[in-house]
T-cell receptor, first 114, second 115 residues
C-alpha cells in the first residue's frame, strides 16, 4: 500500500518555466488536495477535488492549475513559474475531506524557482 | 470560514520537561480537530484527532489533547518530552458538517528538545 505518492521530490525551475507536480493515491479516496508550506505560514490550500472531474480553488490558487481525470491522480501544474512559488508542496487525500476521516499526506515536493 | 491560531511559534524545552502547545480556533459551528507533526525533512503525520465524544484525546507517542468547547481550544500535551520529539507541530480544523475546502492549518509551532 503506497498511500499518497508525489513526484518529483526536488525540482529547480527557472522563472517562466512550466512544470507539473504529480500526485497519485491508491486508497480509492474521493477527496484530494494540494497545499503549499512556507516558513511561518503553515499549510495553505491551493486547489482541491471532491471527485473525478470536479476541482475547485483553495486559499492560494493563482499561478496553479489542476485537473482530475481519474480518482487516483491529481496533478498540479505551474503555468509560468515565479520565485514566489518557491515552496514545499504537499498532496493529500481522504475519503471525505477530513470531516469523517483522516487526511493522508504525501512526502512533499521541494520546489525552487530561480 | 474557520481559522486556527497557534500561540507559540518556537518552543525550546529540555528532555523530560512537560509540554503544552496552544491551539485556538474560530468557527461558528461544530468542528473536527487535528494535530499533525512534521519531523525534519518528512511529511505530515497525524498525531491525534477529535471528532466527537470524550474531549480528552490520546494519540501516538504519548501525546494527548483536550478539546475545551467553551474556550475554542485544542491544546496538545505530553508529560515528558524526548529529544526525538523535535519537530514542527500543526493544529488543524475542519467543520464537522463537511469542509470541501479542506483543513485549515495553524502556522505551526517549531519544537526543539535539548538533550
Amino acid at each position: 500500500n503506497a498511500g499518497v505518492t508525489q513526484t518529483p521530490k526536488f525540482q529547480v525551475l527557472k522563472t517562466g518555466q512550466s512544470m507539473t507536480l504529480q500526485c497519485a493515491q491508491d486508497m480509492n479516496h474521493e477527496y484530494m488536495s494540494w497545499y503549499r508550506q512556507d516558513p511561518g505560514m503553515g499549510l495553505r490550500l491551493i486547489h482541491y477535488s471532491v471527485g473525478a472531474g470536479i476541482t475547485d480553488q483553495g486559499e492560494v490558487p493563482n499561478g496553479y492549475n489542476v485537473s482530475r481525470s481519474t480518482t487516483e491522480d491529481f496533478p498540479l501544474r505551474l503555468l509560468s513559474a515565479a520565485p514566489s512559488q518557491t515552496s514545499v508542496y504537499f498532496c493529500a487525500s481522504s475519503y471525505s475531506g477530513g470531516f469523517l476521516d483522516t487526511i493522508y499526506f504525501g512526502e512533499g515536493s521541494w520546489l525552487t524557482v530561480v | 470560514a474557520q481559522s486556527v491560531s497557534q500561540h507559540n511559534h518556537h518552543v525550546i524545552l529540555s528532555e523530560a520537561a512537560s509540554l503544552e502547545l496552544g491551539c485556538n480556533y474560530s468557527y461558528g459551528g461544530t468542528v473536527n480537530l487535528f494535530w499533525y507533526v512534521q519531523y525534519p525533512g518528512q511529511h505530515l503525520q497525524l498525531l491525534l484527532k477529535y471528532f466527537s465524544g470524550d474531549p480528552l484525546v490520546k494519540g501516538i507517542k504519548g501525546f494527548e489533547a483536550e478539546f475545551i468547547k467553551s474556550k475554542f481550544s485544542f491544546n496538545l500535551r505530553k508529560p515528558s518530552v524526548q529529544w526525538s520529539d523535535t519537530a514542527e507541530y500543526f493544529c488543524a480544523v475542519i467543520p464537522s458538517g463537511g469542509g470541501a475546502d479542506g483543513l485549515t492549518f495553524g502556522k505551526g509551532t517549531h519544537l526543539i528538545i535539548q538533550p
